[in-house]
């Protein structure tokens, strides 16, 4: 009850400060000094904020260069799992339930999936599937970019897929066939044990 008193309560006249004109232009005057002030402040915290910038990013560059190697080897080793990005995939539900039964036939040629970003790491990022020789397209690489210009508008770019003659998985009808919502259970259920389904 105290608290909603409170709340609607204003100040009394005898509590309110009293200005006389001259007084209200000197804190006018005041107040647009103190602005101007704060102003510059913020101009040195943005110029340290773009110095902190600058020096995360030199710091981000040089670690990503060193996981070059341990990427390399760990590529190597998921290259030698029958099925890996199949598995990876149609167990990732979200992703799952976008694929359909003959794209997840072209992902058993999946060999090799990296993400390149660029060497400023802000502007973007590359996707590079690698594929071995299949039944679906002539390309043994696809990749996909993703590009940030200047004005922060996004791009992308893709390699065009050379499909085999009655292969286009693009032409193909039945659009929605083999396609679960996402959150659903599929009936057929993938292992990551090769030759297990």
């Not at 710091?59 to 990503?64: S, T």
Request: charged share 30%.
């Amino acid at each position: 009850m105290v608290s909603a008193k409170m709340a609607n309560a204003q100040a009394s006249p005898r509590k309110m400060p009293k200005l006389d004109a001259t007084a209200d232009q000197n804190t006018n005057g005041d107040s647009q000094d103190i602005l101007e002030q704060i102003d510059l402040i913020q101009t040195q915290l943005d110029s340290l904020n773009d110095q902190a910038s600058d020096e995360i990013l030199k710091v981000e560059q040089k670690y990503n260069q060193m996981r070059k190697p341990h990427y390399k080897k760990r590529s190597d080793l998921i290259a030698k799992i029958q099925d890996f990005w199949l598995n990876t995939f149609m167990n990732h539900p979200q992703i799952a339930a976008l694929l359909d039964e003959a794209e997840e036939e072209v992902l058993r040629y999946l060999t090799q999936l990296t993400v390149e970003e660029t060497d400023d790491i802000r502007s973007g990022y590359k996707i590079i599937f690698q594929f071995k020789t299949n039944p679906f397209f002539e390309n043994t690489q696809l990749v996909k970019e993703f590009s940030m210009s200047e004005s922060g508008e996004m791009g992308t770019t893709e390699t065009k897929i050379s499909w085999k003659p009655g292969m286009a998985l693009t032409e193909k009808s039945g659009g929605e066939k083999g396609k679960v919502k996402v959150g659903a259970k599929r009936t057929t259920t993938l292992s990551l044990t090769p030759g297990i389904r």
